[in-house]
Each structure stands twice: as structure tokens, then as C-alpha cells.
């Protein structure tokens, strides 16, 4: 998969750079969040020098494996508000241990498996 390739919110990496509309990274990947009940994105909380800060699904556009783009003026990422709610999904390290036809696939392709963190 090339970089430019779009992926799922479900496939994000924490730490992958979060750009403004004009281009500048404002942050990186900490988590996805999600309502689990509808099985939809809600979002993705980003690491910025402010702290934690909240990006919503509708501001969100292209997300690839080495970046996520968004619609958020520079002046908009600045006032982005902290997140809110305690549905918090992060990477599982251990997804892919085993010797299951799964877990080699996940080895092989190095893909990320978001569970809920509490």
C-alpha cells in the first residue's frame, strides 16, 4: 500500500501527522474514537502542543498511512476543544501473536487493530 493510498479510520497509527487545510501538521494521531453501539468514526483525538484536542469525523478528509488531512484552518486547529467522553480505542500490540492464518496476516501486512481502552 503506498502512502497516498486512503485507508479506514480503523487502520490509523498512532502518531501519524494531523495537517491543516493549508498543509502545516498541527498534531499526530493519539487515538480514534467511535460510538460503538452505531459502529461509526466519531473522530480522532490528536496530541498538539496544547494537549489532547478532538477532530470530528466531518472535518476530517483523506486518510492515508503517513498522514491525515482535514478542512480546519490553522486558526481552527489552534481552538480546537479537548476531548470529551471515555470511548477511547487504541492499538492492540498483541493482535497478531499466534500461529493462526489471522495473526500471520497481520504480522506480514504490519496492520493496527484498534480495542477500547479504559
Request: hydrophobic share 30%.
Amino acid at each position: 500500500m503506498s502512502s497516498s493510498t486512503p485507508i479506514s479510520y480503523q487502520a490509523l497509527s498512532k502518531g501519524t501527522p494531523v495537517q491543516d487545510s493549508n498543509g502545516g501538521q498541527f498534531g499526530s494521531v493519539e487515538h480514534v474514537l467511535q460510538v460503538p453501539e452505531l459502529d461509526l468514526f466519531d473522530g480522532v483525538v490528536v496530541k498538539t502542543l496544547a494537549g489532547l484536542r478532538f477532530v470530528d469525523r466531518d472535518h476530517i478528509g483523506t486518510m492515508t498511512e503517513s498522514l491525515v488531512e482535514t478542512d480546519l484552518t490553522p486558526e481552527q486547529a489552534n481552538a480546537l476543544p479537548e476531548p470529551q467522553g471515555d470511548e477511547v480505542y487504541r492499538a492492540d500490540p498483541g493482535q497478531d501473536e499466534g500461529d493462526g492464518l489471522t495473526a500471520h496476516l497481520g504480522r506480514l501486512f504490519r496492520r493496527e487493530h484498534w480495542i477500547q481502552h479504559r
